[in-house]
């Protein structure tokens, strides 16, 4: 009798221990399957830039009201998109930048916006143009002979 309680009890425990471990390794699971879809990317290897969604298509996407993801390469000397990047006045950009070769800058004047950009990493940066004009998008970090040149612009109507 007293030896039949005690192993209940080890079985008790040897249940609920297996109960833990299940529930542990559950919620592991779920919580990997439910991670948000659109979690910003942090990490990229900087010599497949090119071929690494979404920079493998730089562009300029609206991706609700009034908001606008901006996906763009830094390089020497330049930024993608090539084409004319125009967003209505009042709207919010969401800035995703990296790096094809060397460390770059991408600084707006006037604005927040001023972030590095380094090969291998993803910038992230947002901002809500209030004021119609053209915003100049410049690199404020020294990357090369034509680092002065590097350019380009956005266009707030
Ligand atoms: Cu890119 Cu300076």
Not at 35 to 58: C, G, L, M
Not at 79 to 94: L, R
Request: net charge negative; proline share 7%.
């Amino acid at each position: 009798m007293h030896m039949h309680r005690l192993e209940k009890a080890w079985l008790t425990i040897g249940v609920s221990m297996l109960a833990v471990f299940l529930l542990v390794l559950g919620v592991m699971t779920f919580g990997r399957g439910i991670a948000p879809p659109n979690e910003h990317i942090h990490h990229i290897d900087p010599t497949k830039v090119s071929e690494t969604p979404p920079f493998d298509k730089p562009q300029l996407t609206k991706i609700g009201d009034n908001l606008y993801k901006a996906v763009m390469v830094a390089y020497a000397f330049g930024y993608d998109p090539q084409e004319q990047m125009e967003i209505p006045a009042g709207a919010t950009v969401h800035f995703e930048i990296t790096s094809s070769d060397v460390v770059h800058g991408f600084e707006i004047p006037g604005t927040n916006v001023n972030v590095m950009v380094t090969p291998g990493e993803v910038s992230h940066v947002s901002h809500t143009f209030d004021k119609p004009g053209e915003y100049l998008i410049l690199c404020n970090e020294y990357c090369g002979i034509a680092h002065e040149m590097m350019k380009t612009t956005l266009v707030v109507k």
